[in-house]
């Protein structure tokens, strides 16, 4: 799997849009990135998914550059309930059942 | 439904104990994974399980042993803890037929061993 590169903490307003940055320069053409987040004291849950092209579902956006070497998680109204370690995972279908968590960015959603 | 559950919730063990983490899933699913958290760490696969009566060793299997009995059922087992073992325990599920990253948590088991 590819590595990524995350900042280690964020802060964002409550109401304004959360951006989360994550870099994977060496992402292979049939990996894809994923997006979990882990709030406090609970297991981790799914947010989304991409290859090449930018996704959205009900939880976030993702904006995948279109060299793929980087990518940005949007929450873009982010609440006090937002805040949480986001990781972001490159791997792909036939990498295996492991899924390997790195250090993520905490994002501190403040007042 | 219930999802993925883990018992117990808290645990404290002396070196040398042993003990059971067991976890149960209501929704089906085919594989059954166990994980562990170090603090300001990123999860570990420790053992996985893509079906009733098989096992697969993880990232991290050492000093754990897990068996899938019932297809609902993951347990986790630690022989004779040490300090190392300290960690919060997270299983996971998913479908057979679904995509890898789709897998849901549990709630967690904290475990210190003194």
């Known amino acids: 799997d590819a590595k990524t590169t995350q900042p280690p903490s964020m802060d964002c307003a409550e109401g304004r849009a959360a951006n989360l940055p994550c870099n994977h320069s060496t992402i292979s053409g049939n990996e894809y990135v994923y997006w979990y987040r882990q709030i406090h004291s609970q297991g981790p849950q799914y947010i989304i998914h991409g290859l090449k092209n930018n996704e959205t579902n009900e939880m976030a956006s993702l904006i995948i550059t279109e060299d793929r070497k980087s990518s940005t998680l949007i929450l873009p109204h982010a609440t006090l309930r937002d805040t949480a370690v986001y990781y972001c995972?490159?791997?792909?279908?036939?990498?295996?059942?492991?899924?390997?968590f790195g250090g993520g960015t905490r994002l501190m959603v403040k007042p | 439904n219930a999802g993925v559950t883990q018992t117990p919730k808290f645990r404290v063990l002396k070196t040398g104990q042993s003990m059971t983490l067991l976890c149960a899933q209501d929704?089906?699913?085919?594989?059954m994974y166990w994980y562990r958290q170090d603090p300001g760490m990123g999860l570990r696969l420790i053992h996985y399980s893509v079906g009733e009566g098989t096992t697969a060793k993880g990232e991290v299997p050492d000093g754990y042993n897990v068996s899938r009995l019932k297809k609902q059922n993951f347990l986790l087992g630690l022989e004779s803890a040490a300090p190392s073992q300290t960690s919060v325990y997270f299983c996971a599920s998913r479908k057979l037929a679904g995509k890898f990253y789709e897998q849901y948590f549990g709630p967690g088991t904290r475990l210190t061993v003194t």
């Open positions: 929704m089906n699913h085919e594989y």
């Open positions: 995972i490159v791997r792909g279908d036939n990498a295996g059942n492991m899924l390997t």
